[in-house]
C-alpha cells in the first residue's frame, strides 16, 4: 500500500473535516469553515492544505502557512494529522516533509506545529527535530447538564450586547481582538492591522455565531467579549475571550461568558470548548470556576529550516 501526499481539493471536503474530528474531537470543525479557508487565505501566507491518501482513501491532512501576521519575520506553522486507525504507515512524515520543503521555498525559518501530549505524538515530533516550547489544555464544559450561574444585574454603566449587533459596522469589535490579541501569550507574536483581512478571516467565519458572541459595553465602549464558535449542532466553542486593558480585574470577562454559554445552552448546544495555553492564568482560572474540565492537551514544537 502507498501513501501519496498531494493538495486539496473542494471534493475531499467532507473526508478532511471527518478525519479533523476524529483527530481534535474537542474542536469546532465545519466544512463550510474549511472551504472558506482555503479560499479566502491571504496570498502572503503562502497556503497549502495537504491531504495524505492510502489507495484512494484520505487518512492524514495539514494546515501549511507562513505567519504573515507575526511581526516576526520567517515564522511558520504546520500540524500534521492522521487518522488514528491509521497510523504508522508513513503518511504523518511524508506529511511534514512535503510541508517543510514548500515553506524553506518561501523563506520560512522556524516551524512551528501543535503535538498532542502523549508519548507516541511527542516521540514523533522528536524524531523529526521538533523541540517543545509551550503547552496549551483543552477544556470541556457539559451544557447539558453542567451548572451555570446566573447573569448577575449589571453594574452602572454596563450593558450586553451582541456580534450581531455590530453587523453594520464590526470595526469596534476589530480594535478590540487586536488589543487582545496583541498580548496573548505564545511563540508567535500576532499583530492584528488588516481590518479586511480580519473581516475574511474572523467576522466572515461560518462558525462565527455573532448571535452567542457576546460583547460587555462600558459607558460605550467595548471592554470584553468572547467570540462563539459553532457546528450548527451541539458543539460550542470559545473562539477568543478577553478583556480590553483598561476594563480587566472587574470581571468582565466572566460576565461575557455567562451571557454567552446560557445563551448557547437555550439555543440546544450541549458540549462547550475552549483552549489556553497553559501560562494564561486568568482564562484558566475563569474556566475552572464555570467547570470546564480539562480533557487533552498538547505541546507546540519547533523546528529550525535551514
Not at 186 to 200: C, R
Not at 279 to 284: A, E, S, T, V
Request: hydrophobic letters at 40%; a negative charge; glycine letters at 8%.
Amino acid at each position: 500500500m502507498t501513501v501519496t501526499v498531494r493538495d486539496f481539493r473542494t471534493e475531499d471536503v467532507g473526508a478532511v473535516v471527518g478525519l479533523r474530528r476524529a483527530c481534535t474531537p474537542f474542536m469546532v470543525t465545519t466544512e463550510e469553515t474549511l472551504l472558506a479557508g482555503v479560499a479566502t487565505a491571504h496570498p502572503a501566507k503562502k497556503y497549502r492544505l495537504l491531504v495524505a491518501e492510502e489507495d484512494g482513501e484520505i487518512i492524514g491532512t495539514a494546515h501549511v502557512g507562513i505567519a504573515y501576521d507575526s511581526s516576526d519575520p520567517g515564522q511558520a506553522s504546520v500540524t500534521p494529522q492522521v487518522h488514528p486507525e491509521r497510523r504508522g504507515r508513513g503518511a504523518g512524515s511524508l506529511i511534514l516533509r512535503t510541508a517543510e520543503a514548500h515553506l524553506a521555498a518561501e523563506g520560512a525559518t522556524s516551524v512551528y506545529a501543535w503535538v498532542m501530549d502523549e508519548p507516541p505524538s511527542r516521540a514523533f515530533a522528536e524524531r523529526h527535530g521538533y523541540r517543545p516550547t509551550r503547552p496549551a489544555h483543552f477544556q470541556r464544559l457539559d451544557l447539558a447538564h453542567g451548572a451555570l450561574p446566573e447573569l448577575p444585574p449589571l453594574p452602572s454603566g454596563i450593558e450586553l450586547r451582541t456580534g450581531a449587533d455590530y453587523a453594520d459596522d464590526p470595526r469596534p469589535l476589530f480594535a478590540a481582538d487586536a488589543e487582545v490579541c496583541s498580548d496573548e501569550p505564545g511563540d508567535i507574536s500576532v499583530a492584528l492591522d488588516d481590518y479586511e483581512d480580519w473581516l475574511s478571516h474572523t467576522w466572515n467565519d461560518p462558525c462565527l455565531d455573532r448571535d452567542l458572541t457576546s460583547v460587555v459595553v462600558a459607558d460605550g465602549r467595548i471592554a470584553s467579549f468572547t467570540a462563539a464558535h459553532t457546528d450548527g449542532d451541539t458543539r460550542y466553542a470559545s473562539g477568543m475571550t478577553g478583556t480590553l486593558r483598561a476594563f480587566r480585574g472587574r470581571g468582565l470577562a466572566k460576565l461575557a461568558k455567562i451571557h454567552s454559554l446560557r445563551r448557547a445552552r437555550a439555543a440546544g448546544y450541549t458540549d462547550a470548548f475552549t483552549s489556553n495555553d497553559a501560562d494564561n492564568g486568568p482564562m484558566l482560572a475563569i474556566n475552572r470556576w464555570f467547570g470546564y474540565e480539562i480533557c487533552a492537551t498538547e505541546v507546540r514544537h519547533v523546528r529550525a529550516l535551514g
